[in-house]
């Protein structure tokens, strides 16, 4: 149990930093050219654990569609937004709105899904809310400068909690690894397409630091930690280890602190208890139901 906690806490640190090394690695590269790199690596990385694991399997055409999407909307338009967003947005801000993923993943499962929306839910995403605002305003609520970089950060977190709408829908049919490879790819085509002409100017670091960290980052974050994370989350309670997912912004602040030199301010912390509550309330009390709906049946 200790060892299925410590490696769950070093995916949380791993995601943590991202925002941060996120960051560094736009103003060295341009986001769509990031974007197209960083999939390549990542894509490399899966065929090499599909491999080895003897995954790679065809697929029927209408799941293929339906991973097609999920590779337009969940890979490349994610993946792009984040680092367009990081060109000009705070990291620690941007960990907090992406914080609240579950509760917009939520809101579009009780849309798209069926799933109970209840009042505790509804409750603890205005509670997330107010910190959002809390931190956006820096706690000044008589003026709001929203940074352009955030409404792309955004669109990340709407795209996310997509991805996992429908990852969670194709996952009843098709093994978890095989639709993060295929829709991967598909991101990587598309990245393909636009890596050398939706920036201007063009930029791409020739420092030898600056690939090693775009190539370890890719691998670690996106292939190594969500191996770790798939393998030891169901040794663990569930509760406890959505507690720890919920760390990032926290892990995100210590990373600006350390490595960027950035201040960690009053409102942000202020901002953090309350989005971190209001995850935590909503989530919980979807859990609590769905134990509930199964000791029924």
């Keep these: 149990m200790v060892k299925a906690y410590s490696w769950l806490t070093f995916c949380v640190i791993v995601w943590g930093s991202n925002f941060v090394f996120g960051k560094i690695l736009v103003q060295s590269f341009s986001p769509a ?28 055409k209408a799941d293929f569609l339906i991973i097609f999407l999920l590779g337009v909307i969940g890979v490349f338009i994610n993946q792009w937004s984040f680092f367009e967003g990081l060109k000009t947005a705070d990291p620690t801000t941007s960990a907090l709105i992406l914080a609240t993923t579950p509760i917009i993943t939520g809101l ?9 929306l209840t009042l505790r839910m509804l409750f603890g995403s205005i509670v997330a809310i107010i910190g959002i605002f809390f931190v956006v305003t820096k706690g000044s609520f008589t003026s709001l400068q929203v940074d352009k970089g955030l409404l792309w950060i955004v669109v990340t977190m709407v ?10 829908l194709l996952s009843q049919r098709i093994d978890p690894l095989i639709i993060t490879l295929y829709s991967n790819i598909v991101g990587l085509v598309l990245s393909t397409l636009f890596a050398f ?24 974050v996106h292939g ?14 569930a509760s406890k280890a959505s507690v720890l997912s919920n760390l ?23 901002g953090s208890f309350f989005i971190v509550g209001g995850v935590i309330l909503s989530t919980y009390q979807r859990k609590r139901l769905y134990v509930h709906e199964e000791s029924r049946k």
């Design 33 to 60: 050219l990031l974007t197209f790199l960083r999939l390549f690596f990542i894509v490399l990385f899966l065929i090499v654990i599909s491999s080895f694991k003897g995954q790679i399997k065809r697929i029927n």
């Design 108 to 116: 579009l499962a009780a849309l798209f899904l069926k799933e109970k």
């Design 159 to 168: 795209t996310f909690a997509l991805m996992i709408i429908i990852t969670r």
């Design 197 to 220: 002409s939706l920036d201007n100017p063009l930029r791409i670091s020739s420092d030898l630091w600056d690939w090693l960290l775009l190539i370890s980052t890719a691998v670690i």
């Design 224 to 237: 190594l930690a969500n191996l770790i994370w798939t393998s030891y989350i169901r040794h663990v309670n």
């Design 248 to 270: 990032e912004p926290f892990i995100a602040m210590i990373f600006g602190f350390i490595l960027l030199h950035k201040p960690i301010t009053g409102a942000e912390i202020v």
